[in-house]
């Protein structure tokens, strides 16, 4: 008996859950999201060609020895230094005794014209004695200058402001003439420089506006042709240095030369339209008074407006500025 009570019982439960409705919730039309909105547009956006480039400054300076030394002073790695700032030193005893030498000669010499115009004056000695005191002050003169210039070597000053990019010495290290001591850069202008197909620089000439990439998340930067190389004929190649401003550029930096090709028409949107989600790209269009969650492929940024590759249509209408509370299928009240 108690096993059909059990039956019975289980059946009665099966057979309600049968007739039982589901719950239809209403959507919520009380937490509309106010939306700005826009309508995707065509229009005519420049081609170009992306050519690599390395950013390097615009003032470089390989500094080597010009005498034999000790090294006593040697910057590091890295170290900047205001123009005109005391970069290296060297000793150098050979070039010390040269110039005291030249200058006890010169003293020498100067008494000895001191000496033979008082004799001349007084018809002791001839005039052409006084000439020849007069000609070894000059020689002893011109020896003292070439003396000092010779022990000027031995302090080395920075050329402009900048910093030791490449260190090929260090303090204590013996300097010969013509050693590689460091490399010194720039830290304030840069140029990008990168070589350029023969077939699209035919018309660029030096003072040719350019454009500059230096960071893929952001817009390119106008830059000019400040140098530029016949073409190569074993590349087809033309070598070109490209000056432009910015805060953010560092010697060795990445970048692309972007040269002008034609044009092409694209379907642009506003940027703040376009969001990410970990590696996906994407917009909310307006349905039916709701997001609609599309998922693009981005371009290039012209301006306020980015280029759309697929995912959009012309003439769509989409969401500027969505919130992080939008959803795929959110109700939207688009603001007037």
Same mark, same amino acid.
Do not use: W, Y
């Given at each position: 008996?108690?096993?059909?009570?059990?039956?019975?019982?289980?059946?009665?439960? /099966?057979?309600?859950?049968?007739?039982?409705?589901?719950?239809?919730? &209403?959507?919520?039309?009380?937490?509309?999201?106010?939306?700005?909105?826009?309508?995707?547009?065509? &229009? %005519?956006v420049p081609?170009?060609?992306?050519?690599? %480039?390395?950013?390097?400054?615009?003032?470089? /300076?390989?500094?080597?020895?010009?005498?034999?030394?000790?090294?006593l002073?040697?910057? =590091?790695?890295?170290?900047?230094?205001?123009?005109?700032?005391?970069?290296?030193?060297?000793?150098?005893?050979?070039?010390? /005794?040269?110039?005291g030498?030249?200058?006890?000669?010169? %003293?020498?010499?100067?008494?000895?014209?001191?000496?033979?115009?008082?004799l001349?004056?007084?018809?002791?000695?001839?005039?052409e004695?006084?000439?020849?005191?007069?000609?070894?002050?000059?020689?002893?003169?011109?020896? =003292?200058?070439?003396?000092?210039?010779?022990? &000027?070597?031995?302090?080395?000053?920075?050329?402009?402001?900048?910093?030791?990019?490449?260190?090929?010495?260090?303090?204590?290290?013996?300097?010969?003439p013509?050693? $590689?001591?460091?490399?010194?850069?720039?830290?304030?202008?840069?140029?990008?420089?990168?070589?350029?197909?023969?077939?699209?620089?035919?018309?660029?000439?030096?003072?040719?506006?350019?454009?500059?990439?230096?960071? $893929?998340?952001?817009? $390119?930067?106008?830059?000019?042709?400040?140098?530029?190389?016949?073409?190569? $004929?074993?590349?087809?190649?033309?070598?070109?240095?490209?000056?432009?401003?910015?805060?953010?550029?560092?010697?060795?930096?990445?970048?692309?030369?972007?040269?002008?090709?034609?044009?092409? *028409?694209?379907?642009?949107?506003?940027? %703040?339209?376009?969001?990410?989600?970990?590696?996906?790209?994407?917009?909310?269009?307006?349905?039916?008074?709701?997001?609609?969650?599309?998922?693009?492929?981005?371009?290039?940024?012209?301006?306020?407006?980015?280029?759309?590759?697929?995912?959009? *249509?012309?003439?769509?209408?989409?969401?500027?500025?969505?919130?992080?509370?939008?959803?795929?299928?959110?109700?939207?009240?688009?603001?007037?």
């Amino acid at each position: 008996m108690r096993i059909q009570f059990l039956s019975l019982l289980l059946a009665g439960l /099966a057979v309600g859950a049968c007739h039982k409705q589901p719950v239809q919730m &209403a959507p919520d039309e009380s937490a509309a999201i106010e939306v700005r909105i826009a309508v995707t547009k065509v &229009a %005519a956006v420049p081609e170009f060609i992306e050519v690599p %480039a390395a950013v390097r400054p615009a003032q470089r /300076a390989a500094i080597a020895a010009q005498l034999s030394g000790v090294i006593l002073k040697m910057p =590091t790695l890295g170290q900047g230094a205001a123009a005109d700032e005391l970069l290296i030193e060297i000793a150098s005893p050979d070039a010390e /005794a040269s110039l005291g030498l030249t200058r006890a000669q010169l %003293a020498e010499a100067e008494r000895a014209v001191t000496r033979e115009r008082d004799l001349v004056d007084r018809r002791v000695s001839p005039a052409e004695s006084l000439r020849a005191a007069t000609d070894a002050l000059h020689i002893a003169r011109a020896a =003292t200058v070439a003396a000092e210039a010779h022990f &000027a070597h031995t302090r080395i000053f920075a050329p402009f402001a900048g910093m030791v990019t490449t260190q090929h010495r260090l303090k204590g290290d013996l300097a010969t003439p013509g050693t $590689p001591l460091l490399v010194f850069e720039s830290t304030q202008d840069f140029r990008a420089e990168g070589a350029l197909p023969a077939q699209v620089s035919e018309s660029i000439a030096t003072g040719t506006e350019i454009l500059v990439q230096t960071d $893929p998340q952001s817009p $390119p930067l106008p830059g000019r042709i400040e140098e530029i190389a016949p073409a190569d $004929p074993l590349t087809f190649t033309r070598f070109a240095k490209v000056s432009f401003s910015t805060s953010s550029a560092f010697s060795g930096q990445f970048a692309r030369l972007l040269v002008p090709s034609g044009q092409t *028409n694209s379907i642009l949107v506003p940027r %703040a339209a376009v969001t990410t989600f970990g590696q996906m790209e994407r917009v909310f269009v307006v349905s039916d008074q709701r997001a609609s969650l599309r998922l693009v492929r981005v371009g290039r940024t012209v301006g306020d407006d980015i280029e759309i590759l697929s995912g959009l *249509n012309s003439g769509e209408t989409v969401i500027v500025t969505p919130s992080q509370a939008m959803r795929d299928g959110s109700p939207i009240v688009i603001r007037p």
